[in-house]
């Protein structure tokens, strides 16, 4: 590691569209980009993309779910590659169904992506960062963050567990100096050219803002939309 590493910024939970997009976005900025998930393939493919475009980026799997795999991935990027700086957790499953026919099991998985997955990696980046007092702290949320809809109860308890989580690390670690920051996403996440849904681009850039913020007005609760969408 040399003397002067660029600041690290862990993504858990990259595919091709915010994880991505995130990862730009903090890579255009300076920082070392660690992009985790479990899919090695695509997290390689995307971390190569961001190199040959000029960023620093390295990938690395990880399944967020298993508690000592996360606790690798911080003790290995603060070993190897430097201080983390900003941490954002983008994992989460969804699944619909009729309560009555709702599986325990997928229930319980959905929760563990989402929610408990988040817990761990929250757990991580605060034990980093509360002895540097400094570090930000990104949770994406939902729609779902807000209000259950109808068979969607699963992916509503995950969101709902994940958004209190955030608000209780914001109250806990806020006046050390640790920025906690929850997303609501309030739309659909597209790709294409049509702004009528949520482009990733803008999303991340407003990642990135909230993350520079003045500690003298930092955003706890964000929640972002296309025009096109009802609320």
């Given at each position: 590691m040399s003397a002067n590493p660029a600041p690290v910024a862990v993504i858990v939970g990259v595919g091709e569209g915010l994880g991505y997009a995130l990862g730009k976005?903090?890579?255009?900025?300076?920082?070392?980009?660690a992009l985790a998930a479990r899919n090695a393939e695509r997290i390689e493919r995307l971390a190569e993309a961001i190199v040959e475009a000029g960023g620093q980026a390295l990938a690395l799997p990880?399944?967020?779910?298993?508690?000592?795999a996360v606790m690798e991935l911080f003790e290995r990027l603060e070993r190897d590659h430097g201080p983390v700086e900003v941490a954002s957790f983008n994992a989460g499953a969804w699944y619909r169904s009729p309560i009555a026919e709702l599986p325990a099991?997928?229930?319980?998985?959905?929760?563990?992506?989402?929610?408990?997955?988040?817990f761990l990696v929250g757990r991580e980046a605060a034990r980093r960062m509360t002895p540097r007092a400094r570090g930000t702290i990104l949770f994406t949320g939902a729609t779902a963050s807000l209000r259950g809809g109808a068979r969607f109860a699963a992916f509503a308890a995950a969101k709902h567990g994940l958004?209190?989580?955030a608000q209780s690390m914001a109250r806990e670690l806020?006046?050390?100096g640790i920025h906690v920051a929850h997303v609501v996403i309030d739309g659909k996440i597209d790709l294409r050219s049509d702004d009528s849904a949520l482009a990733p681009d803008a999303i991340a850039e407003t990642f990135y803002r909230i993350h520079t913020q003045s500690r003298t007005a930092w955003t706890f609760e964000a929640d972002l939309r296309p025009w096109a969408e009802k609320f």
């Open positions: 976005r903090f890579a255009a900025a300076g920082f070392k980009v990880t399944d967020a779910r298993d508690e000592r099991d997928m229930f319980e998985e959905v929760w563990r992506a989402g929610c408990y997955a988040g958004r209190a989580l806020g006046p050390i």
